[in-house]
């Protein structure tokens, strides 16, 4: 009996034995064809697994017959499921072919450069924000895109009014003016219209934005000097988009937003609506508001004909009203004398964007824009009113041809920008009207598997200022997988105006009008060069970008004083320029990720013998971000922000300081709360001194080089349908 169950039980082990396989593999990059170290490997349902050497191979052992899925993943890569049948009927190894997660950018097709390239194989360096982090920004600020873009590496923006909260953006040290923020390619906010600007900008209708620092002046014309801003707006898809954003803060802010978007079938529409709001906020009890008292309301409709495959068009507009009221706090509550101080600002923006896209062929298409923009602006303080009107027409037709390893974008654009003020005093009226026409032409080829290029010439003409010659070059250069470059320059130019972050401060009174007899086209050449380098280390992926920039700005228009108290605008006797570095590093590990930005900027002002640093630019900014998410659950973030010592105007130096926030976001579907400690460190400028001197009632503001409404807590939720 003990035999025949020892025999029994031999022939079950021999059984079980039999019925394991084992599976070799070996994992590789599916772009390179590299091999990956450090992959794992998964049965389910059974928990075997194995991780890869270092020549990429792996084996998993003891695999019961049948069929089996197998999950390959690795730190920066897609994970991969195949089946498989045990036993095997081929060989005893297979190759797995990973696919980085950078090649989803590689999908991404960036609008700033008109044509059909990717990302990744454009030879200019464009940052790219896409929807999900334009959504973690908007909790933080909801009604306007500031934060957005002073997080950035290489941007600063710059407050140029500490009762009314108006700022500019700064990129790579150079004033905002030479900054051109467009609307879905369109320069909607230029001139007079670029006031208050970044404070009447909503991103919830935004799908991403775009940032090419340095000269871009072949597509976009003047202004592009220190870089462009493209903020690309939502289409409308099948599936419907609906989606309600309600933010309220400790400052007594109120935020309401909504956006839906659709397609019909030939019909596509997409329509934002907001109304932004917040209490005059002084917490310092400083006596004057470091948020204003304000009210505004944005409206933008947009309708989508798709005619046929081959042609299509859109129609937008863009709407903003705002009443804003800042300065002496009991001025604001009504009940403050009438020698209080205040600034009221009352604007009103209306603009269009219309587009015809026709296909000839496959690999050819004309497009035909159009845009037109109002933009109305009443400031009052007292004893002065600034009232301003600005109307100006965009157009431009162009052609882009496809091939297999060129591209071009050729075309011709009109641009008119007309202003009028209204005589409230005996100061000489400041209007003009411009009109500059443009022909351009670019070329990107990939000239090797490892080399490309982007050329590109334009030629302005700007009525009473003459001619614009602007070429452009660029290369990219993929040394490996890992290692990659881009490095060019370019020519850029700005029409001279009134408009600029020191008329600003001052509301523009007493500042004497510009004309081409008395001034001169602004002209600058520049030059970028990057190092990329990312690689998979264990289970993290690393990233890191090196940036080198260099910018020359010759006869630069500046504001001077006058004996007579007027100020005017003069070419100066000297140049602007700056140079630096920026340093990106991002760290992905499991649910982290961590951002750490370093910003090296020189900007140096030479003005008849005299040389100085150009004010209110930080020569050292840190930005540190770290974030940790379970995908459609939660985001915990926490960042910090290093500003160092700034040279003011009066040839005073500031001190440096730290901005620390924090925010947590619970998801589920279809709705999210959130809350964000804003400076929660409570760094505020009028903890370093006073903000004004002289009196209450006349105050003389100084510059401001750090936040004023310290640490603010919002909380919100958010709604998808």
């Not at 003409?461 to 470059?485: C, D, E, H, Q, T």
């Amino acid at each position: 009996m003990k035999s025949h169950l020892f025999i029994f039980v031999a022939l079950i082990s021999c059984n079980v034995i039999y019925a394991q396989n084992t599976f070799r593999a070996a994992i590789k990059d599916a772009d390179s064809k590299e091999t990956l170290a450090g992959a794992t490997a998964v049965v389910e349902k059974t928990g075997n697994g194995a991780v890869s050497d270092a020549g990429g191979q792996l084996i998993i052992g003891n695999i019961p017959d049948g069929k089996h899925k197998i999950v390959f993943s690795y730190m920066g890569y897609e994970s991969q499921e195949k089946e498989f049948v045990f036993p095997p009927t081929g060989g005893n190894s297979v190759e797995i072919f990973l696919e980085s997660e950078e090649s989803e950018l590689e999908e991404v097709v960036v609008s700033s450069v008109r044509g059909t390239r990717t990302i990744t194989n454009i030879p200019s360096r464009i940052e790219f924000i896409n929807g999900e982090e334009l959504e973690e920004k908007s909790n933080m600020k909801p009604g306007d895109i500031r934060m957005l873009l002073n997080e950035s590496t290489g941007i600063q923006t710059q407050q140029t009014s500490p009762v009314s909260a108006n700022a500019s953006i700064r990129i790579q040290g150079l004033d905002g003016r030479y900054t051109q923020i467009l609307k879905d390619g369109f320069p909607l906010y230029s001139g007079a219209a670029s006031g208050l600007g970044l404070l009447q900008i909503p991103p919830l209708d935004l799908r991403q934005v775009e940032i090419i620092k340095g000269s871009t002046s072949t597509l976009y014309g003047g202004g592009a000097i220190a870089g462009m801003v493209n903020l690309i707006s939502k289409t409308p898809s099948e599936k419907r988009d609906l989606n309600f954003h309600i933010n309220g803060t400790s400052a007594l802010g109120l935020d309401l937003n909504g956006f839906y978007s659709q397609r019909f079938d030939k019909i596509g529409i997409t329509l934002f609506a907001s109304r932004n709001s917040n209490a005059a906020y002084d917490p310092a009890d400083a006596g004057f508001s470091a948020i204003p008292k304000f009210e505004r309301y944005n409206v933008n409709p947009r309708l989508f004909v798709y005619f046929s495959d081959k042609t299509t068009m859109d129609l937008g507009v863009n709407t903003s009203f705002e009443n804003r009221l800042g300065g002496n706090m009991l001025h604001i509550k009504g009940k403050g004398d009438d020698g209080a101080y205040f600034e009221d600002n009352q604007t009103q923006r209306a603009s269009t964007q219309f587009s015809v896209e026709h296909r000839l062929s496959a690999r050819a298409k004309l497009t035909f824009r159009n845009s037109y923009h109002y933009f109305h602006r009443i400031i009052t303080i007292p004893g002065y009113r600034f009232d301003g009107r600005q109307n100006g027409v965009f157009s431009e037709l162009n052609y882009i041809f496809t091939g297999e390893n060129t591209e071009w974008v050729t075309g011709a654009n009109l641009w008119t920008d007309n202003f009028k003020e209204q005589k409230h005093s005996s100061s000489v009226l400041r209007d003009y009207n411009q009109t500059v026409g443009g022909l351009f032409v670019q070329n990107n080829t990939k000239i090797t598997d490892r080399v490309s290029l982007e050329s590109g010439l334009r030629s302005d003409y700007a009525a009473g200022y003459g001619f614009a010659f602007l070429p452009r070059l660029v290369a990219l250069l993929n040394v490996s997988k890992k290692w990659s470059s881009r490095i060019g320059g370019g020519l850029g130019y700005k029409t001279p105006t009134v408009f600029t972050e020191e008329s600003e401060r001052i509301h523009y009174q007493n500042v004497l009008p510009v004309n081409s007899s008395d001034n001169k086209l602004e002209r600058s050449y520049g030059a970028n060069a990057d190092i990329n380098f990312k690689t998979s280390v264990g289970e993290a992926f690393l990233s890191i970008n090196q940036l080198f920039f260099y910018t020359y700005l010759n006869s630069p228009l500046m504001m001077k004083p006058f004996e007579d108290g007027s100020y005017r605008f003069q070419n100066i006797n000297g140049h602007v320029d700056t140079k630096g570095a920026e340093t990106n590093i991002k760290i992905r590990y499991d649910d982290f990720a961590l951002f750490v930005g370093y910003t090296f900027t020189d900007a140096k002002v030479k003005d008849n013998g005299a040389n100085y640093s150009n004010p209110l630019t930080s020569k050292h900014r840190l930005n540190n971000v770290l974030m940790y998410e379970i995908e459609d659950s939660w985001k915990i973030g926490l960042e910090a922000y290093y500003y160092s010592p700034q040279r003011l105007s009066d040839g005073s130096t500031s001190r440096d300081y730290w901005i620390c926030g924090a925010m947590i976001e619970k998801i589920w579907e279809p709705v999210s709360i959130y809350a964000n400690f804003e400076n929660f460190t409570d760094t505020r400028q009028t903890k370093f001194g006073s903000i004004y001197t002289g009196t209450e009632t006349s105050p003389v503001f100084g510059d401001i080089y750090a936040p004023l409404d310290g640490f603010v807590v919002n909380a919100g939720i958010k709604v998808r349908f």
